[in-house]
């Protein structure tokens, strides 16, 4: 009897796992847009087994819309999307990336780049193929050129057909143009291919440790740069006087004559090259660097100095509506909502604008400079959109516009859909609903739009299977939903910026904060003027993260302005100092300190960081050559300043105003005719 129990027990244990775990069983499922670790759950209660995630899975903010399928087909295409796979772990599956799949997605996306890349020097080629050869009757061209363009550098004149002539010949007749052409080309694609986004990679003559060989004919190249350069100043200088307008434009600087630079003088020869962000272009297609470069004679004083920007997109860039097609995509009114306001409109302050802190209840807050405050306030949204922007964790920021479109672009083609979306195609789809003819059709989404916000759509069958072109890269440009949420409701609760809820978030998140960036577009956005001013000391994100995990005692130094040996700083810590010194745009600069050093309030001499100047002395990977000294010391600067919380009018922003913003606010209001207030203030 006991044997019988036992065995109709076993046989019913079995059928029930059995059935369990039964991948041929049809299902219906339709979710938005959400991270795995969220949708799975869901998923596994029609699935009737656990659906699991790992720490590299988690992230994967997947949209399902499915109907009648088999939970075979379902599974194989979500594991197909995340770039994933799915392991069995007793009643449950998990969904996993193994090295293999990364190494194998990394592999495709650096040779995609370096076959764009590629692509682009051929271009250089192809002009430099196309540019006379210098001789002296092009060097009186090219300073004609440059005399017309740069009387005519007023806003009166700027848009002239004389002035655009004359500024397009010498952007491309320069001989700086020419050297930097030559110079990028003898890189090669793959080694450009290596830079990323936030690097910064100093290319030399005479290299130090932290930069790398010039090689090739750099040597040939820079010595006829320079006999052009010359020949092309004394050109300009024999026009005699000119009278320039009142805006300066940079690579339309005239060029000066110059003794004493010869090649034969050359000490040193320098090119750096910061890849620029292109989030909102079709990152995948398009080439953007920032090049400097820096020649200095054997004493080490500059002989040339000039910046260019490296621009090219290789793909198409006709963002009209090709096609209305049948089946426009609807949108909801706060999807369309969403799609009008996501507009990045970042400020740039200057070096000397960048915030202060001052003591504050509860901790440290930013002060929020006055000129940083200056431009249109933002637009207003509505209270709904607001909530939802405020809990990025529970209405994922690609469910809003993103995952409604491919959403209604699946029903209306009556498939079933499985994606996976990376944030990178957030604003360039915002951008692609902001045209004026926003009629966008089903199948215009999947094929023309979807491979130029960075994805790879796919029609087969019943199915259509949406995935990240560059998954590696999109999985680098995740933000994190419940950091950034935290974020924002701190906004709300405090009226204000502390410095802690910054650093917490630049802790929790990998990437660096962008403007351009879906984490830029929400502190922009829902944040608004506070958002605005914690963008500005956020990116800074390295130097947020070494003050973020600073211990009491050392925090109590910096408060006291004192300094903080290197050797105590944890391997992390100097990690992101070593990033902020080397890559970061405004990176230092050598300042003499002297006898009675006023910033660290203690006698000695020793070095300041400041923001970059186009000087060999000071070009960071020169004057460091080593990397960071181990013996160094890093200092702080903390100012404190009474003030008040002040709110506009409308009630569309708030901002700090010292004592002095009061009295000028209060002086221009009294006196107008004198100067226009930047925003009224209550």
């Not at 020793?606 to 080593?626: M, V």
Request: charged share 20%; proline share 6%.
């Amino acid at each position: 009897m006991n044997n019988r129990l036992w065995l109709s027990a076993g046989v019913a244990l079995l059928h029930i796992l059995a059935h369990a775990q039964d991948t041929s069983k049809h299902i219906s499922f339709a979710a938005p847009a959400s991270r795995a670790s969220v949708l799975l759950p869901e998923l596994s209660k029609q699935f009737g087994f656990p659906l699991l995630t790992v720490a590299q899975t988690e992230n994967e903010v997947l949209l399902i819309q499915v109907h009648d399928v088999s939970i075979k087909d379902l599974m194989d295409r979500i594991a197909e999307c995340a770039n994933a796979q799915w392991k069995k772990e007793g009643s449950a599956y998990r969904l996993v990336r193994p090295a293999s799949l990364s190494n194998k997605a990394e592999a495709k996306e650096t040779a995609h780049r370096v076959e764009v890349i590629q692509r682009y020097l051929s271009s250089l080629n192809e002009a430099a193929q196309a540019t006379p050869e210098w001789t002296a009757d092009e060097a009186r061209q090219l300073a004609q050129a440059m005399k017309t363009a740069v009387e005519n550098s007023d806003r009166d004149h700027m848009s002239s057909k004389e002035f655009r002539t004359a500024s397009r010949f010498v952007r491309s007749h320069a001989p700086t143009g020419a050297a930097f052409r030559l110079l990028v080309n003898q890189i090669g694609a793959h080694d450009l291919a290596q830079i990323h986004q936030g690097e910064r990679v100093v290319y030399a003559m005479h290299p130090t440790a932290m930069q790398v060989a010039m090689g090739g004919d750099s040597a040939k190249i820079i010595e006829r740069l320079l006999e052009q350069q010359q020949q092309f100043a004394q050109a300009y200088a024999d026009l005699g006087p000119i009278t320039r307008g009142p805006i300066r434009i940079q690579d339309l600087t005239p060029p000066t004559v110059r003794t004493g630079n010869s090649a034969s003088e050359v000490g040193q020869a320098i090119l750096v090259l910061t890849p620029s962000p292109v989030t909102q272009e079709i990152a995948s297609e398009v080439i953007s660097f920032q090049a400097e470069l820096i020649v200095a004679n054997a004493a080490g004083e500059t002989i040339l100095s000039s910046s260019e920007s490296l621009y090219k997109q290789l793909s198409d860039e006709n963002f009209e509506v090709q096609s209305a097609g049948s089946d426009p995509i609807t949108l909801s009114p706060i999807a369309r909502e969403f799609s009008s306001i996501a507009k990045i409109q970042p400020f740039f302050p200057s070096s000397d604008e960048r915030p202060s802190m001052f003591s504050q209840i509860g901790g440290l807050s930013l002060r929020f400079m006055t000129k940083a405050q200056s431009g249109t306030p933002p637009r207003p949204i509505s209270d709904e959109l607001k909530s939802r922007m405020n809990q990025p964790e529970t209405y994922d920021p690609l469910s809003l516009l993103v995952g409604e479109a491919f959403t209604s672009a699946a029903t209306a083609l009556h498939q079933n859909l499985v994606a996976d979306l990376p944030d990178t195609c957030v604003v360039p789809l915002c951008r692609i609903f902001q045209l004026p003819n926003t009629a966008i059709g089903s199948n215009d989404l999947l094929k023309i739009y979807a491979p130029r916000i960075g994805l790879t759509a796919v029609q087969a069958g019943a199915w259509i299977t949406v995935e990240p072109r560059k998954p590696i890269d999109a999985e680098l440009h995740r933000v994190d939903r419940p950091a950034l949420g935290k974020l924002l409701r701190s906004f709300e609760h405090q009226k204000t910026v502390l410095l802690e809820d910054l650093a917490s978030f630049a802790l929790h998140q990998a990437k660096a904060v962008e403007d351009s960036d879906l984490d830029g577009l929400y502190l922009i956005t829902a944040g608004g003027s506070l958002g605005r001013s914690a963008l500005s000391t956020l990116h800074n994100t390295d130097i947020v993260r070494i003050y973020g995990t600073l211990t009491s005692a050392e925090r109590s130094a910096m408060e006291s302005n004192g300094a903080i040996s290197l050797e105590m700083l944890t391997n992390d810590q100097k990690r992101w100092l070593g990033d902020d010194v080397f890559s970061s745009l405004d990176g230092p600069q050598i300042r003499e300190v002297g006898p009675a050093n006023a910033a660290f309030g203690r006698p000695g001499q020793g070095r300041q960081f400041g923001p970059a100047a186009a000087s060999i002395k000071e070009e960071r990977t020169q004057f460091l050559p080593d990397g960071i000294r181990p013996d160094g010391k890093l200092a702080f600067q903390y100012a404190t300043t009474a003030g008040l919380q002040g709110q506009s009018t409308q009630g569309s922003f708030t901002t700090f105003l010292s004592l002095a913003d009061i009295a000028t606010r209060m002086f221009q209001k009294e006196r107008p005719e004198l100067g226009t207030p930047i925003e009224k203030v209550a």
